[in-house]
C-alpha cells in the first residue's frame, strides 16, 4: 500500500524521503524543490545521511545525476557514482563524502513540469531492474497529484484577494468557491492537505452566517450530527458525544448530506454553513 505523502514543509519533505528509502531499501535519501524556472534545485532534506556534505547543494540542469533527470523529465540511475559516464561530476565531493555507489534520481513532474527530485541511494552497488522502478510510479503520481491540487488551492484562494479597484466578491461568489474547494478537499488523500483543505472551506462558509430563506429543513439530530462532525469528530465520537448508535449517527449524516446535495460530508458542512444552518 502507498503510505500517503506531504511535501508542503520541511516535516512533510522528510516524512517522504523516509517513505522512499524504505520503499527502495536503499540507505539514503534525499531532495529539494526545483526552483521557478526549473533551471536547478536545492537539497534541502536528507534522510540516513552521515554527513551533511549534500545539505544545501545546488544542483543546476543539465549537471550530474539530478540535473539530468530535470533536464529529462524522468528517472535516472547509475550504478557507481563516481565511475558512472553520461553525468558530469561536479558534485563528487559531496557524494564521495557520503560513500553513496548506486543513485536513482526520481523527477515528481506536474503538466510536465519538474517540481521536485528525490533521491535514493545505496552505499554499495546494487543492480535495479525496470520493476525495481517502477516500484516509484505510485508514489511518484501521489506526490504530482498532491502538488497539482495545492496548486489550484492557491490558485482559488488567489481569487479572495482582488486587486484594490476590482470589485469585492458576493456571498455568492464566496459560497461559489467554498463549495468547490469541498469537491476537492473530497478527492484529496493526503491527510496534513485535506486537513488544510478543510479549514480554508470552513474559513469561507463562516463568511455568510446568516440563515438563508431557501436552507433546506434539518433535523434537530441531523443539525446535532453535522455540529459535531463540523467540529472534527468522527462518526464514533459523535456519537459518543450525543448518545447515539454509530449507525444511527451515520444515518443521520447520510439524510443530511442528501438534503442539502452533498456528496461527502466535507460538502456537507460547507454546504450547511454556507445556508446559517451551523458555525
Known sequence: MVRQLEVDASTGLARTLAVFRTHGRMDMAFGGTVHPGGASFAITGLCGARTSALSGLLVRSGHGLGGKSLVLGRPASVLSYAQARGITHVYDHAVRQESLETVVSLPVVVDGVPRLVIYVGNRTQVGLG??????FAPLLSRLARDLAVDDEVR????????????????RDDLRDIARELADLTGRVEDDALRAR?????SRLAATNPARRADAPRLSPRELDVLTQVAAGCSNLQAA??????????KFYLKTAMRKLQA??????ITAARAAGLIR
Do not use: F, I, K
Not at 263 to 268: D, E, I, K
Open 263 to 268: 456528496g461527502n460530508r466535507v460538502q456537507a
Open 197 to 201: 483543505l478543510e479549514a480554508v472551506s
Open 130 to 135: 525496470d520493476r525495481w522502478l517502477d516500484g
Open 155 to 170: 490558485r482559488r484562494m488567489a481569487l479572495l484577494q482582488p486587486p484594490a479597484e476590482a470589485p469585492a466578491l458576493s
Open 240 to 249: 459518543e458525544n450525543l448518545g447515539l448508535l454509530p449507525n444511527t449517527v
